[in-house]
């Protein structure tokens, strides 16, 4: 890799743009519930006639999941676990009968009678097909929302993959994208306030993981790295997760942990309508009220608004972001609404869903802060005391909107258009109230700090995706695919209050104030191609393509320090409220100047591909080659002085992988994949920026190195009857250049920390996974055991007898961050077709892992082991009507970060909460 560093002028500081939550207003709900009781007006219907039957294969196996529908009309069915289908209210006459699912041929029967006011009975014996890895890509759409279709897939696929299916989604208790990915084999997530937001596979950070929508790649709203929080995803959006953990050439290469693709929902066979509305509330708000503030209250930055090189005065910063009030929280609300159909001779699909969360929560926390003490030694190693202590309780409101629209056109057979847009929007409301208690034993008293803080964060991805493909010959296809993406984040004025009680006769001091403004925005221009020969009847095929990626990021970031105004004595700086408070600015010109966290960045993928396919009796081999050019650079506002003010980075990878799949059996799979991959560092880790902590500086560092990786699958999978399942796998990674903060090896004394490349790790462990069905129970659950080890180099501080502390450098092997070394999920589930009722508990257990690397030696930050229950259940209660309910986090299992001798550093609790609603299904 080369570096070429270029020293610029700081460009114009460009003024941010601000978004404000908009009040859903009272006619639209009214006019949603119109829409939806007009909807039901069909379930009022004098009943008649009745066709109900039984699937299986041609051994008389039950098949569930497939989808028997009368064609041209709305009616249809899926099987149950028992292959039986009931369509109700069919008007009598004749029709023709389909029954499709992927794996088996399509079976179509004509002249069917159905006798009004009767029961007809028809059953069907589908015939296996062999399925290959581009072929359930394009079979039936709306198969793939069934548990079955997930497991076919896991069968057929040329790879290492796992699916989760919207049928498992919609039954399970999960609200959001992450965690729904929580109940993977081999994943785990790092989460804010309770909730998902960033997935870990098998033990890599979430830097070295891939998230795609529909197949491809999305910007992160997050302004330090590339990972998207997929707590910003409605889970009611998706038709399925497929969770690739074994690369194919063709496929984007820098995912070493693995790729989670959201498949959004396609345009169904005929008229779709799942409508749903619920409610909830969080056990913390019976009883605590929960404390608000009007965010529409914002000021602009005082530079985005009179431009560059202001001084900014009081008059410039409002109050309105510290006046609070409590009260009762209003209620949860959730709605979805999904509707699809096809037109003009199903030439034309159409298909719509969007999703309206809004969340309230309450939580409870203790940080607590170490300093060495030098007069505590241990083996001449100085050790660690609490200095200060700090409760802290947290308000927080999450509103979530979610909208997907997806049209596809069929232009002649094997000949077809899509186009999809996708909008997620994720709002952040919230208030902490902290308590800091600086514990000072030489004067036997205690200093107390009271801190207030206001933040409103909004986080967007906007995604337009057209895509075709075109059949050239019956052997010859070709596929492409363009996309614009965005992703942007808004935090306008967040503001920190900072009281000062104890030392003016019991009441408070006004000590400091600070206002930050912060937004970044990342665009991703995208296209692709991919030519595919697979001649019909032959056991070889061949595949190779090529794209080109286009991303741009700007941050921006401006802070400001506000003093109280004591002209008149320190007397009138004691604490009336924010109404009452005066201040001068500290720094009037803000941080904006210096540059050093301001930046506009750029990179530019151009990849290519060839794979080849083989089958042999019944070995399956696929096998290519991917290489791809990389172009990095960035510009920042800091002074020329800086060094790495600017910079290009610029290298090549070449990244072969073999998969072998063996069918032992029918049933039995086992698999080998061989893969080279890689992850490039964030922008931000580039840049030179510096943020200052309590015992050390951060920075950045141009000089980072990507991260390649060697992985090695190999599992074995049996599938008795595609409901149920058994792996078993192992993996191993050999990491090269792995990035993690570390301290600044030139001048350890200087307590300087930054991005640094750690030589060579290695990541090793085995995945289990079962799915038993027994009558109307189902049985689940999955195992992973991971172990990984880096070694990097640490600060020891020492002292010998009573002379000054001196500092030692050791080396250190430890985990990679965000590895457990065990993650387990169980889930046991009652289904009783014939009353409409499910019911389903899980279990989940992320063990402990480590979250924050330290500069010092023994001060790694490890979260204590997590354990989670939580409870689901639908009954219908007619025959398209259910009603739900999600119940979550029973065990209130806190979240706990400790040192590695014990000491607590974190607390937080959160409770339990629940929520209750309706769906309606045509």
């Known amino acids: ?74 009616f249809g ?134 998230t795609l929508i529909n197949g491809i790649k999305i910007p992160s709203p997050e302004p330090k790295v590339r990972f998207v929080p997929l707590d910003i995803i409605p889970s009611e959006l998706l038709s399925h997760i497929e969770i690739t953990k074994a690369l194919t050439p063709d496929m984007e290469g820098d995912a070493i942990g693995g790729t989670a693709n959201l498949v959004l929902r396609d345009a169904p066979d005929g008229l779709l309508l799942n409508a749903a509305a619920a409610s909830g509330y969080s056990q913390y708000l019976f009883d605590t009220k929960f404390t608000t503030w009007d965010n529409n209250t914002l000021a602009p930055d005082p530079a985005a608004t009179h431009g560059p090189g202001y001084s900014a005065q009081p008059s410039d910063f409002t109050r309105g972001g510290l006046n609070y009030s409590s009260k009762q929280a209003p209620v949860d609300r959730f709605l979805n609404l999904t509707l699809g159909d096809r037109f003009f001779d199903n030439t034309l699909g159409l298909v719509f869903s969007g999703s309206l969360q809004n969340t309230y929560r309450h939580s409870e926390g203790l940080v607590n802060i170490l300093r060495d003490d030098i007069n505590n030694v241990q083996n001449n190693v100085i050790m660690p005391r609490y200095q200060e202590t700090e409760p802290r309780t947290y308000s927080l409101q999450r509103a979530r909107t979610g909208l997907y629209g997806k049209a596809d056109y069929v232009i002649a057979e094997k000949q077809s258009l899509e186009f999809s847009y996708t909008y997620a929007r994720l709002d952040d409301i919230e208030q902490r109230h902290s308590v800091n208690e600086l514990l000072d034993g030489s004067h036997s008293r205690a200093t107390y700090y009271i801190g207030e803080r206001s933040r409103y964060q909004q986080q967007n991805i906007t ?40 030392n003016l006769a019991g009441q408070s001091a006004f000590r400091e104030m600070t206002r930050r403004w912060q937004h970044n925005d990342d665009r991703d221009y995208f296209g692709k191609m991919d030519l595919e020969l697979a001649p019909i009847g032959s056991a070889f095929g061949f595949k190779a393509g090529g794209l080109v990626r286009k991303k741009t990021r700007n941050n921006y970031e401006n802070d400001y320090t506000l003093n109280p105004d004591t002209a008149q004595g320190v007397q009138s700086q004691r604490w009336r409220g924010i109404d009452s408070a005066s201040w001068t600015v500290y720094n009037n010109f803000g941080t904006n100047l210096y540059g050093v966290n301001n930046y506009d960045a750029s990179e530019r993928v151009i990849a290519s591909y060839v794979q080849s396919t083989w089958t042999i009796d019944r070995l399956h081999i696929l096998a290519g080659v991917r290489f791809e050019s990389t172009e990095q650079g960035y510009v920042t506002q800091a002074p020329i002085t800086v060094n790495g003010n600017s910079a290009t980075i610029t290298y090549t990878d070449v990244l072969p992988s073999i998969h072998f799949t063996y069918q032992l059996t029918d049933e039995q799979n086992i698999r080998l994949s061989v893969t080279k991959s890689l992850s490039r560092p964030s922008y931000f880790e580039l840049v030179p920026y510096q943020i200052q902590h309590d015992q050390y500086t951060e920075m950045g560092n141009f000089q980072l190195r990507r991260t390649q ?59 289990f996974v079962a799915a038993k069905r027994l009558g109307d129970f189902l049985a689940s659950a999955n195992y992973t055991f991971t172990n990984s080890t880096v070694t990097s180099p640490k600060i020891n501080r020492l002292r010998y007898g009573s002379g000054d502390p001196v500092i030692q450098i050791t080396q250190e092997t430890r985990p990679l961050v965000g590895q457990s070394a065990h993650i387990l999920n169980v889930a046991l589930a009652f289904d009783h077709q014939e009353s409409g009722t499910f019911i389903e508990i899980t279990y989940g257990l992320t063990g402990r892992r480590l979250v924050l690397v330290s500069p010092f030696a023994g001060y790694d930050n490890y979260q204590n082991a997590l354990h989670e229950l939580d409870l689901s259940y639908e009954q219908k209660l007619m025959d398209k009507l259910v009603t739900f309910g999600k119940l979550s986090n029973l065990l209130n299992s806190p979240y706990e970060v400790a040192l590695p001798n014990g000491m607590l550093m974190e607390r937080e609790t959160y409770k339990p909460s629940f929520e209750v609603g309706f769906r309606y299904k045509l």
């Not at 460009?14 to 009040?23: I, T, Y």
């Not at 309770?194 to 098998?202: A, H």
Request: proline letters at 5%; hydrophobic letters at 35%; charged letters at 20%.
């Open 709 to 767: 990786s060697t992985n090695v699958d190999l599992r074995y999978e049996f599938y008795p009857n595609l409901v149920e399942v058994l792996t078993a796998g192992v993996f191993y990674k050999n990491i090269v250049d792995p990035i993690e903060l570390g301290f600044d090896g030139s001048n350890p004394a200087s307590n300087v920390i930054k991005p640094v490349n750690l030589g060579n790790a290695q990541n090793f462990g085995f995945e």
């Open 463 to 502: 995604s337009l995706l057209l895509d075709g493909s075109h059949a050239l010959t019956d052997a010859l296809s070709l596929k492409w695919a363009g996309s614009y993406s965005d992703a942007s984040r808004e935090q306008p004025d967040d503001t920190q209050l900072t009281l000062e009680t104890g």
């Open 77 to 210: 069915a899926i099987t149950n676990p028992k292959g039986e289908y009931h369509i109700d209210h069919v008007p009598g006459g004749s029709y023709n009968v389909e029954a499709k699912v992927v794996g088996f041929r399509t079976e179509r029967r004509n002249g069917l009678q159905i006798v009004e006011d009767g029961v007809s009975e028809f059953d069907l014996a589908l015939t296996e097909k062999p399925v290959t890895a581009s072929e359930i890509v394009v079979e039936a759409n709306a198969d793939h929302a069934s548990d079955i279709s997930a497991r076919l897939s896991e069968k057929n696929a040329p790879n290492v993959i796992n699916v989760v299916s919207a049928e498992s989604i919609e039954h399970s208790p999960d609200r959001t994208s992450a965690d729904v990915l929580q109940r993977v084999s081999g994943l785990s997530l790092q989460r804010d306030q309770g909730e998902g937001r960033y997935v870990v596979f098998r033990g890599m950070d979430q830097r070295y993981n891939n």
């Open 1 to 74: 890799m080369t570096h070429t560093n270029h020293v610029r002028g700081a460009s114009n500081v460009l003024p941010p743009s601000f978004h404000r939550q908009h009040n859903r207003t009272s006619h639209v709900r009214r006019l949603f519930w119109v829409v939806v009781l007009f909807l039901f007006l069909p379930l009022l219907k004098a009943e008649a006639g009745t066709l109900h039957g039984r699937v299986t294969d041609t051994h008389s196996q039950p098949l569930a999941g497939v989808t028997v529908r009368l064609v041209n009309t709305q």
